[in-house]
């Protein structure tokens, strides 16, 4: 198609160049869709593991494009997410969309293909620069604010990337992005880069803050690309880092109790895809070759099935204009094929069998078992347990089921349709065959899911959890969807830092207006009187002098210079 | 589906003579439910016939993973609750005066989107 050594990210830029320059929305939509599909087979059928491409900027050698099996796995998936995110939005007509999306996934492309980490820099802050505009793209003040608090925490990832890079170099005398390892500070600050795009317990606030502030279109793109490219860079920087087991597993933990009570389903999805990244992280903590694949498979999947659970939530928005569980409900009454589908993905994240979660997860899980993690299996089984419960149950019983809304409405536009309908084919497909993705895997482990001890046991454990869901419900002690918020650690930096700001200010406030008045401002006043004395209209210095008395000081002068002559 | 308004019929399908949907009938309701409590049973009694093998001990008690769903399931969802007394907020709760009518143009924020 054209060369193999081109950089996958080129064709995105150039199509988001295009789009830039023309009117046509039809030639647009068109380029959106064809650049992902070309750029994915190209990628499969022209690219194999082991391509490096090298470039000089200064001293520096630079790889802007480097292939093995784990960037390929991850270069096919971008290219399959563009695709459905570019069908999904296909009826969109706004410019600017569609550039940042485009942009965004060229970003992605160009990180995880970086083979240096100057060059993973430049797209790290790539995927800043341009997502931010989908969370813009809704122009609404909150939306505008949610965005700049979004950038401050990725460019400060991108900030802390550079100058662990360099840090790394001034060591090494290297910039090749290989296993980082954690030694030194250079390695701790990027760990930290990598956690704030990974949504690390504390750092995960800008996910959960933005992603429910997109429109429905641009939430899709953004589930995609940048905590994927972030778990790209941990499995690659950061395998068998023992702490990431622990940070794992509290990100499968802590996100679900938040999910349960939480209003806006898209805020549910965003906390729910906290959870599984905690498996991912988990996973590459583990470092064996069955974990390694296990998160690697994970983010895989998760890219689909997220990106589903995002689409059909999408498509409530835009065909209701509400999200929230409060308002929500009955809408499977007109909306059937959005419900279906949505039940699929939600089948997938809670690893049923036969869908696609169920084949990835349970890598990590067995390599827990493995490596003798009894107590962060335990935790994760409870996480996995809560997944179903809230991504699996009440995502769809809250939008679809539950109580009548009154909402009557239809399935949305075919394109949304259409692009749901592959993402759950794509579920189904590799949740029933999953050979074909573990082909794709880094490592060759001969894993099966498939055996009756681990299908009884995982429907048992779903089942069961359902169980849960309807006992709860019909004792009445299911917490009902309530029109509200819930505070998390932005509450620091949203509530706590402006309100102690805005307290100090009051506090000091008084005295500082009474020094100004009293102390600075009378002491102003005095200089400046002193001032107009000597140099305003009526000062000395502007004073007429009469000609008599310049001449006496001329006559002063001329006898002392004549009595110094003397001496 | 199994909420308590959900076996009265629904306001708008009441006396304006909707489509009666699948799970109006609260005989619909009754039958999913009891389907699966028997798949609940049978995947309980499962353990009777196949040999699960077990990597930890603790694997190997009788029905462990449905014990451990359901309980995981209760106690993250009591736990939860207890949670809201201490983080839950109203909406506008980080509105500032500026900011608090834009509150109300994100809710419906979707519209934003419509037609565009």
């Not at chain 1, 729910?272 to 905690?278: D, R």
Request: charged residues 15%.
């Amino acid at each position: 198609m054209w060369a193999a050594d081109l950089p996958p990210f080129i064709p995105f830029f150039a199509a988001a160049l295009i789009m830039a320059l023309t009117r046509s929305h039809a030639l647009r939509a068109a380029i959106g869709i064809a650049v992902p599909v070309l750029g994915g087979l190209h990628l499969w059928f022209d690219v194999d593991p082991g391509l490096t491409t090298y470039r000089t900027l200064f001293e520096f050698q630079l790889m802007p494009f480097r292939t093995d099996q784990l960037s390929l796995l991850f270069g096919y998936l971008f290219h399959i997410a563009a695709f459905i995110g570019m069908l999904y939005a296909l009826h969109i007509r706004d410019r600017v969309q569609q550039i940042a999306a485009m942009l965004y996934a060229g970003s992605a492309l160009g990180a995880v293909f970086a083979g240096d980490l100057l060059t993973l820099f430049l797209f790290w802050e790539g995927l800043a620069l341009t997502s931010v505009f989908l969370v813009w793209a809704r122009r609404s003040k909150t939306s505008f604010a949610t965005g700049q608090r979004y950038l401050i925490f990725q460019v400060l990832s991108g900030v802390l990337l550079l100058a662990g890079a360099l840090l790394i170099y001034r060591d090494s005398g290297s910039l090749e992005f290989t296993k980082i390892g954690l030694d030194g500070p250079g390695s701790w600050l990027i760990l930290l880069a990598f956690g704030i795009k990974a949504g690390f317990p504390g750092l995960h606030t800008w996910l959960t803050d933005a992603y429910p502030e997109s429109t429905p279109t641009g939430t899709v793109f953004l589930a995609s690309f940048t905590t994927k490219v972030s778990v790209y860079a941990l499995a690659r920087g950061f395998p068998g880092t023992e702490m990431l087991i622990y940070v794992g597993a509290t990100m499968a933990c802590f996100p679900i109790f938040f999910a349960v009570i939480e209003n806006d389903l898209r805020r549910v999805l965003a906390y729910s895809m906290i959870n599984q990244i905690g498996f991912m992280v988990c996973g590459i903590g583990i470092g064996t070759e069955l974990a390694l694949n296990g998160a690697v498979a994970h983010a895989f999947n998760d890219v689909i099935f997220k990106g589903l659970l995002f689409m059909s939530m999408g498509s409530v928005l835009h065909m209701t204009g509400k999200i929230n569980g409060s308002d929500l409900g009955h809408l499977y009454k007109t909306m059937p094929k959005t419900t279906w589908l949505c039940i699929v993905g939600a089948a997938s994240i809670s690893a049923f069998p036969l869908f696609s979660g169920f084949v990835s997860k349970s890598m990590v899980m067995a390599a827990l078992l493995e490596t003798h993690h009894e107590i962060v299996w335990l935790a994760m089984l409870f996480a996995a347990a809560g997944v179903f419960h809230h991504a699996g149950i009440k995502i769809p019983y809250f939008a679809f089921f539950a109580h009548d809304s009154g909402i009557r409405t239809q399935d949305p536009p075919w394109n949304m349709v259409l692009a749901m309908t592959i993402s759950a084919v794509l579920c189904i497909f590799i949740g029933s065959y999953p050979a074909v993705l573990y082909s794709l895997l880094p490592y060759d482990t001969g894993y099966s899911p498939y055996d009756a001890t681990h299908v009884l046991t995982q429907t048992q454990l779903l089942f069961f959890s359902a169980a849960a869901f309807v006992w709860l419900q019909l004792r009445g002690l299911y917490p009902p969807e309530l029109r509200s918020i819930n505070l998390d650690v932005e509450w620091f930096y949203r509530k706590l830092i402006p309100s102690t700001i805005h307290s100090v200010g009051r506090v000091i406030g008084k005295p500082a207006v009474f020094a100004w008045r009293y102390v600075v401002s009378g002491l102003l006043d005095k200089i400046g009187d002193t001032l107009s004395r000597h140099h305003g209209m009526e000062g000395t210095l502007a004073r007429t002098w009469p000609i008599g008395s310049m001449v006496l000081w001329v006559a002063i002068l001329l006898v002392a210079y004549l009595l110094l002559g003397y001496l | 589906m199994i909420d308590k308004a959900d076996t009265q019929q629904p306001p708008s399908a009441a006396g304006n003579g909707e489509k009666l949907y699948l799970f109006d009938k609260p005989k619909n309701v009754q039958r999913l439910l009891r389907g699966f409590y028997l798949c609940c049973t049978l995947l309980v009694l499962a353990e009777f016939v196949i040999h699960r093998h077990v990597v930890h001990s603790w694997e190997g008690l009788f029905g462990f993973y449905a014990i451990y769903g359901f309980v995981a399931c209760v106690v993250l969802v009591l736990a939860a609750t207890q949670m809201r007394k201490l983080i839950m907020r109203n909406e506008d709760y980080y509105d500032t005066d500026s900011s608090a009518a834009d509150s109300t143009a994100n809710d419906d924020g979707g519209n934003g989107n419509v037609g565009r």
